[in-house]
């Protein structure tokens, strides 16, 4: 199977050849990726998709690429402090694990910190061509052979608390919803713009994103994310898919959200990424929603990939398979981008799982 | 006689209306916190201290079990973290007036407690929750900020007679700098003057056990409780 057509069965509730997967890391390890395959890496490599030359994920045997639209380019812009085109501010915080050492990007400055701020702020123009190469390029060559997908994360919620802070915003969506409102808005009508120019484009699936789980509730209640996140999702999703009718959405968020899955169903959604194994039950979602919903993600970053053992790696890529990928609708995947912290054997051990484990044989 | 008669029964009215005010007060402020309601909060505490009202029982009996209930909320998910803010927000205010007055008083905080997230880890909401509510539960908190060292959290103990030091980290990649932190605190010779609590999302009970922490908890509500047991065992 081509892995496009892995992926377009697994979406459609069919059983592929084998699971499908994908997989993201972060600029450190693709360093040690191409250093332990002896190949010569090109560039920073962009965990959400931008500008990369996916060589790493064709020779891993993955099934979707991506490609990023939008602030989440921001991360990993430069290895020096640095304000990104919407005005936020980046530090760089160094950090060791037992394979070396690396740097997150990380946002110390939010344009939006003064109430009064937004009246004159300008954010970034979503239209201009050039944003677009690198997509158009990557359709034109890969998307005969792979299921392509936009990515549009950090859609609303993440890039408002970026330009605001994100106590502040939660502040705001209590004591002064109009200004929430409008913030929030910024980042809609943004990444809302380029989701459309990506489906125009011809990607498969766009992938939209905010995080409002922590690690055993929501973030912020169900009846505030049905204020402010809900309706714009809504709307976000209907008129992506009003452009191409096939077109699939999917949507990240860490941590525990169950009290909304019932809503996202209900708005369009066709696939829920990461489910994080420490805060949700993959297979009780699965059980729960599977008729309706498909999953992209399962394999714990947070205790198996980076602290377990090769074994504890294989078992949980098996349980999954038996469990969410019943009857199809699962593409595996780690919960985040790989971290410097996981072990190859680890690594390898999922990637090996997954390839060398035909559907006909769970 | 008369006049002594009424003197005593003038203080006795006083009195009863002023306990009937004070507990009023106590409970509006309490009820204010709680809702998150600022400008009510700050104008009942301070109509509370100019009625004579004393700051200590200000504190004990309408901010402490105000953010105790709101703890309490939290745990029962009636709330959420926009609603910890505007509480934990309320509180500060109020307790900014009684502060100067504090100050002046007998009263020993529950505890000295800093906190801070590890090294290389600038994630803080979590931090700031349990040091919000640490204040609230009237222990004196000193807020190391982000990415703080093993030095700096020896440096706290050793200027600020720290009791409890509380430990965050989001991040995998960042969590075993409590470890590190730990062993340097220990090093120092200083384990035996601090409790050491840590909390973030990848932590766990096990972990906190593996690196010789005494204790975890989940979420700031929680971290409250595990901090007056392991206070109250010194």
Redesign the interface.
């Known amino acids: 199977m081509k892995p496009r057509e892995r992926v377009e069965t697994a979406l459609n509730h069919e059983i592929p050849d084998r699971c499908p997967m994908q997989i993201s890391f972060t600029p450190e390890f693709a360093d040690r990726l191409y250093h332990d395959m002896q190949m010569k890496g090109r560039g920073i490599h962009n965990p959400h998709g931008g500008g990369n030359t996916y060589e790493l994920e064709r020779v891993l045997g993955e099934d979707m690429l991506l490609t990023s639209v939008g602030w989440a380019n921001s991360y990993y812009l430069d290895d020096k402090p640095y304000i990104d085109e919407w005005d936020i501010g980046w530090d760089i915080q160094p950090y060791q694990t037992p394979f070396g050492s690396g740097h997150y990007t990380e946002i110390v400055g939010h344009p939006l910190a003064d109430d009064d701020a937004i009246s004159d702020y300008q954010p970034p123009d979503p239209t201009r061509p050039e944003l677009y190469d690198a997509s158009r390029q990557m359709i034109r060559d890969f998307k005969d052979e792979y299921w392509i997908v936009g990515v549009t994360v950090t859609t609303i919620f993440e890039t408002a608390w970026a330009l605001r802070g994100y106590e502040q915003i939660m502040l705001d969506m209590s004591l002064n919803p109009d200004l929430a409102n409008a913030i929030m808005e910024i980042p809609y009508r943004y990444h809302l713009t380029a989701a459309k120019k990506l489906v125009e484009l011809g990607v498969d699936m766009i992938w939209i994103g905010d995080d409002m789980g922590t690690q055993d509730r929501m973030l912020i209640s169900p009846i505030m994310w049905r204020q402010f996140l809900k309706p714009r999702m809504a709307n976000f999703i209907a008129e992506i898919k009003s452009l191409n009718p096939t077109l699939k959405v999917a949507y990240h968020t860490d941590g525990k959200v169950d009290p909304i899955i019932p809503d996202l169903i209900e708005i369009g959604l066709d696939v829920l990424n990461p489910i994080q194994p420490a805060s949700m039950d993959p297979a009780q979602i699965k059980k729960e929603y599977g008729d309706h919903l498909c999953f992209w993600g399962t394999i714990d970053e947070q205790r198996t990939l980076p602290f377990g053992k090769p074994s504890d790696v294989e078992a949980e890529i098996r349980h999954r398979l038996r469990t969410v990928g019943k009857d199809g609708g699962l593409i595996l995947s780690p919960t985040h981008h790989v971290q410097l912290d996981t072990p190859l054997e680890n690594f390898w051990m999922m990637v090996n799982t997954i390839s060398n484990t035909p559907y006909s044989s769970i | 006689m008369d006049d002594g008669k009424h003197d005593l029964q003038y203080a006795l009215f006083i009195h009863l209306n002023l306990g009937v005010a004070m507990e009023q007060y106590l409970e509006q402020i309490s009820q204010a916190v709680v809702k ?1 309601d600022q400008n009510a909060t700050i104008e009942l505490v301070q109509a509370a201290v100019d009625a004579q009202v004393d700051a200590n029982t200000i504190m004990q009996k309408g901010l402490i079990p105000a953010m105790s209930d709101v703890g309490r909320l939290y745990e029962q ?1 009636e709330y ?4 910890m ?2 509480s934990a ?1 309320a509180m500060k205010a109020g307790l900014e007036i009684i502060k100067p007055l504090l100050a002046g008083s007998d009263l020993k905080p529950a505890g000295t407690v800093a906190v801070g997230t590890v090294k ?3 994630h803080d ?1 979590g931090k ?1 929750l349990v040091g919000i509510m640490l204040e609230g539960a009237g222990f004196s908190v000193h807020d190391l900020g982000t ?1 703080v060292s093993p030095e700096q959290f020896i440096e706290a103990i050793r200027t600020n007679q720290v009791d409890l030091i509380g430990m965050s980290a989001l ?4 969590m ?1 700098m409590m470890e590190t932190t730990t062993n340097a605190i220990t090093r120092a010779g200083l384990r035996n003057q601090v409790k050491i609590i840590i909390g973030g ?2 932590i766990t009970q096990a972990y906190a056990d593996k690196i010789g922490a005494d204790g975890f908890a ?2 700031a509500s929680q971290a409250v409780k595990l901090a007056i047991n392991l206070v109250n065992q010194r």
Request: glycine share 12%.
């Open positions: 998150g998910g959420f973290v926009p609603e803010l505007i927000r290389g880890d600038l909401i700031n990415d991040l995998t990649t960042t075993p999302a990848p989940p979420d």
